[in-house]
């Protein structure tokens, strides 16, 4: 019991409900069907690069995303 159950309980129902939006709309919940991430903004202006999507293999499907998890 505590402030910090309450901001984890949060945070978990807060994935929840964006893994099923993604999941409707049939795109990975890591990189919004993207098929990548991008680092911090200063970084990105650094490398101007993006990472691959671990999630969803870059594929950026949900289908994808649930097989990698
Ligand atoms: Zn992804």
Same mark, same amino acid.
């Given at each position: ?22 999941? /409707?709309?049939?795109? *990975?919940?890591? +990189?919004? #069907?993207? %098929? ?5 903004? $200063? ?5 101007? /690069?993006?990472?691959? *999507?671990?999630? +969803?293999? #870059?594929? %950026? ?5 649930? $097989?990698?998890?």
């Amino acid at each position: 019991m505590g402030l910090l159950n309450v901001f984890g309980d949060w945070i978990e129902k807060r994935n929840v409900r964006r893994v099923e939006i993604c999941k /409707s709309q049939g795109m *990975c919940p890591e +990189c919004q #069907g993207k %098929g990548f991430n991008m680092l911090g903004t $200063e970084v990105y202006m650094l490398n101007s /690069s993006y990472y691959h *999507c671990a999630g +969803c293999n #870059g594929s %950026g499907t949900y289908f994808d995303w649930v $097989e990698n998890t």
